[in-house]
Structures are given as C-alpha cells and as structure tokens.
C-alpha cells in the first residue's frame, strides 16, 4: 500500500470575506500545487477528518469522533448539498479495524456533514461525490474535549487498518489553524440557543442566511479590530506545522485543551484533524515526509491559514 496526506484549512468566509489580491495569490498557489499533488498520487480512497459545526452533530449524543459509512452534506456557506461518495466497504472494514486496535469508535450509518468536509472535496476534487471517501467527523469545538492523545490514537488504528485494504489511500485533513470565530457555546447559553445546540433541530433558509451572514460580519469586525476574538497565532501554529513535518506527533500527547484554546483560540481543536491525518500516514508508512507547506495568518478569513502535503516513503 502507499499513502499520502494534504492537510487543508477551511473557512466559510472564502470569496464572501476576501483578503488582498496579494494574499489570494499565495493562497490560490498552495492549492494549486496541492492539487497537482492529489492529481500526481490519484488516490483510489480518501480518509477525511474533518470537524462539525453544529450542522450534524448536537449535545444530545455528542462523540469524540465518528466514522461515516453514509453522508450528506447540508449545504451551507455555499458548498454543495447532497451525498458524499461513501465507500461504504472500506467505510466498514475500516471501522472494524480500528475497534478491533482497541480504539472506541462511533459509526453512522447517515452522517450529516457542513462545509468543514464538503469544501475540501470541492478544492480539490471539484465537488463533493467526485472520489470514494470515508468522513471521519473529529469534534472540534463541542467540550468537554478528551485528551488529544486519543486523537493520535485514532489515527493511528485507522492507518493501520488502511494498510490492510492494500489500495492508494489519501488521508486528508479540514480545518484550523488558530482561530477563535463566533461559535455558540452550551454553558450559558439562553434557553433557545441551548435547544437547538441539544436537539439539533435544523435551521429555516431564513435561519441559515442570517447565521452566515453573522459570521461575515464578525470577520469583518475582526479585521477591523472591533472584535474580542482571540487573534491568529502564527507561531502556535508553526509550532504545530514544525511536529507535522518532523514527523513528531508524540509531542501533542502533551497538549492540554485548556493551552490550545487560550493560544489557538475556542475552534483551534480542529487541529486534532491534522493530528489524525498524519498520524494515519506515519501508520500507514512509518516514515514520510511533507512535501509541501504554506502558511499565512488571514484574517478576512478568521483563520491561521495551512496547506501542506505529505507522502509515505
């Protein structure tokens, strides 16, 4: 088996929210290299962990994580809505693997995701049905969050288990870096807020425009600076980048939630998606090394912004 892994930030700010031309330039660079990537390796299954943000996934059954073995994406922020292509074989197989490694996992069989999984299918395979995928949803901003140990653990089974599956697997990362955007919290909250995060009832069209719209508007706030949102930290996430590439995944054993959020900001835990892609290719591979890597602090976006490749060697 070979195996390689991208790692790709997300925002739903993209072209609502846009930063200088400039910036857009090396963004759309990155991508475009991490594309030929993808292109160049032609994965024959793709492993995407990725977070929710209250689209899928609510207080009344709250897992750490969760293995998809069917899933659609809602549709918001612009992305497409519909079924992903779940390789619902591979979906299973990979799913016994990891609890047969002694690792607790939650499997659905319909898997309602956001734009945190749909929008990297769209970056780079030019839509959400395009490649067989098996969604890994990895709570992000959802507490009390476990150790991020467990995350590394997870990553682990499941890139052991794909090893078994002897096919081009392509682990693939949504999320983070550093950023601390507008999401509702439980404790506190007003009774109305508290229900629809516990029950999950889904939003009127209505709904749904003025919550995106509230997120536009707080990044731009943001990079007003009329904002109390914890700002982008690019040495926390260079720090996290520098691990990742030295292949050093055993140091985020150490990282407490509490750190991560006071550095990273409250949705910093999305980084435990990076930490499970490559931790499933270090499983896969045992070695690999990163061939590509690009960062960039954008605030337009409310988010420590990273694109990086790897490959097992």
Known sequence: MTAAAVGLSHSPLIGKNDPAPEVLARVAEAVTSAREFVRAYDPELVVLYAPDHYNGFFYKEMPPFCLATEAHAVGDFGTAAGPL????????????????????????????????????????????????????????????LGPVGRIRALGTAIGEAAAELDRRVLFLASGGLSHDPPVPVLDG??????????????????????????VVQAGRDYVAGSTA?????????????????????????????????????????????????????????????????????????????????AKGR
Do not use: C
């Open 189 to 214: 909250a007003p009774p109305r807020v508290a229900d629809a995060l516990i029950e999950g009832r889904p939003p009127t069209p209505e709904q749904r425009a003025r919550g995106e719209e509230r």
């Open 85 to 144: 292509s779940v390789d619902t074989a591979a979906a299973k197989a990979l799913a016994q693997g990891v609890l047969d490694r002694g690792v607790d996992l939650t499997v659905s069989a319909r898997m309602t995701v956001d734009h945190g999984f749909a929008q990297p299918l769209e970056v780079l395979f030019g839509g959400i049905d395009q490649v067989p995928v098996v969604p890994v949803f990895v709570n992000g901003v959802a507490t009390p």
């Open 229 to 309: 949102m914890i700002p982008i930290n690019p040495d926390w996430d260079n720090r996290l980048l520098d691990h990742l590439e030295k292949g050093e995944l055993a140091e985020f054993d150490s990282w407490t939630v509490q750190d991560m959020a006071r550095q990273g900001g409250g949705s910093a835990h999305e980084v435990r998606a990076w930490i499970a892609a490559f931790a499933s290719l270090a499983a896969a591979s045992g070695t690999y090394e990163m061939t590509s890597r690009f960062y960039e602090a954008i605030p337009a976006w409310i988010a420590g912004f990273a694109v990086a490749t």
